[in-house]
């Protein structure tokens, strides 16, 4: 902390760039995915786990637990949400496991999901499906759609459900899609869910830090954020938000920790030290022998991020208006030298985030002859290839017949890492209208 505290002023750009461990040369453009964090925060992440080292049972028993009340109480600030209803998870995967796994599901109940979901997320879906009485509904959306018709299809699916005698249970919806990276109107599928008595679980991979959120004005039902992508934290480390309205819900951890109660109440040894906390608070608190030492540098994380600045503004304030601004500016300087588009809808609001999805200016029939699967084999060429000889990687979806690229914006880069990206793309293009990929794939095969 000291290290941190010692420091004055951090600059958006080259000299924020200064204070991470990216290796010279390399380009981060897909901070989405991993996210990164500042030496500073690696040297108090180092330190914890020295003195659980160096005293194991006394740190993991004793301080450990004091340590994490104070994080707790950190992101709980920061969210503007009781402290009582934050835990942390080691990411929004398992936060949202740990939802759909320990509701209890009647016949005809629904899981509501739009098509867009995270992979592993529909995979849970499909797996409490195949396990238990429930049902899934998956709402249709291509975008760039609208914010009005996301919610009204929304709204469609739930009164559907309603009129054919189904229970719409839960809906799980994103504050911001992974791919393609856009802001999805989280507020209002929220409001919604709130007048068709539905359960919220907000998969807010890409909340904490990317954008401003009140917890307590928002209200879902559950809530998970990755705090190791856009809150410079390290991996891995998600805040998992339940109200304490919910928490009788949520019995067990996965997996089942030492703070699981029984229903029956019969007493069960737990050979940690005993708590006053609640059986939520006590239940997340230890998950089985693990480094946990990413939970606790929530803090100093946070202090390093108020020394943040950029034009007039400082801290937050600077981070978001940032990150905002180039992700702007990354979509526009990169569809400019392909001659193509950023994905947006016509009201604006799907880039008011941290992504911009840039079009790549290649024929799905022409060089794919409308196969699928060979452009998933090109795009996966792509990826590999801007690793290999470009040394960066940018987050890829192949989506309603065309490649499109996920620029991430960050406080360690300027809109001269997106002109050379521009001109890395269209070289990559290049390549592939050559067939490059294909020799590749002959390599493979040999």
Not at 43 to 49: E, I, T, W
Not at 228 to 244: D, I, M, N, S
Not at 396 to 402: G, I, N
Request: with cysteine; hydrophobic share 35%.
């Amino acid at each position: 902390m000291d290290e941190i505290c010692n420091i004055k002023s951090i600059s958006c750009g080259t000299e924020a760039a200064k204070y991470f461990a990216l290796q010279e040369g390399y380009r981060n453009l897909n901070h989405g995915s991993f996210g990164t964090y500042p030496t500073p925060v690696r040297s108090v992440l180092r330190n914890y786990q020295d003195r659980a080292e160096a005293t194991p049972d006394a740190f993991i028993r004793y301080e450990y637990p004091e340590r994490l009340d104070e994080s707790r109480a950190a992101i709980a600030k920061y969210l503007h949400a009781p402290i009582e209803s934050c835990v942390f998870v080691p990411n929004a995967t398992t936060g949202i496991n740990t939802v759909l796994r320990n509701l209890v599901y009647e016949p005809d109940d629904v899981i509501i999901y739009f098509a867009t979901i995270y992979g592993a997320c529909e995979k849970t879906v499909s797996y409490i499906v195949e396990t238990t009485p429930a049902e899934a509904r998956k709402v249709p959306c291509m975008y760039p759609v609208s914010d009005d018709d996301l919610c009204d299809a929304f709204e469609d699916a739930v009164r559907d459900l309603k009129v054919n005698d189904k229970n719409p249970k839960i809906a799980i919806f994103d504050t911001i899609v992974a791919l393609p990276g856009v802001l999805a109107p989280f507020e209002r599928l929220t409001q919604l869910c709130k007048q068709y008595d539905v359960l919220s679980c907000i998969d807010g991979a890409h909340g904490v830090g990317h954008i401003p959120l009140n917890l307590s004005e928002l209200g879902p039902d559950f809530f998970v954020s990755n705090c190791h992508k856009w809150l410079h934290v390290p991996r891995g480390c998600a805040v998992f938000y339940v109200p304490e309205r919910n928490q009788h819900l949520m019995r067990s951890t996965l997996p089942t920790s030492h703070g699981f109660v029984p229903t029956d109440g019969g007493a069960i040894n737990n050979p940690l030290p005993p708590t006053s906390k609640s059986d939520f608070v006590n239940s997340f608190e230890f998950v089985g022998t693990l480094d946990n030492s990413p939970f606790l540098c929530v803090p100093d994380a946070l202090e390093w991020r108020s020394k943040v600045t950029w034009n007039d503004k400082q801290g937050e304030e600077a981070i978001f208006a940032y990150n905002l601004h180039l992700a702007r500016r990354s979509g526009q300087i990169v569809s400019g030298i392909l001659g193509t588009e950023v994905l947006e809808n016509k009201q604006g609001t799907l880039g008011d985030c941290n992504f911009a999805n840039v079009r790549l200016p290649l024929s799905f029939k022409d060089l794919a002859e409308s196969d699928p699967a060979k452009a998933a084999r090109i795009g996966q060429w792509i990826v590999k290839t801007l690793v290999a000889d470009y040394q960066t990687f940018i987050a890829m979806v192949f989506y309603d017949e065309s490649w499109w690229m996920r620029l991430s914006s960050s406080v360690y880069l300027t809109e001269h890492d997106f002109e050379w990206a521009g001109q890395v793309l269209k070289d990559v293009c290049d390549r592939v209208r050559k067939e490059e990929w294909k020799e590749n794939e002959s390599a493979t095969k040999l």
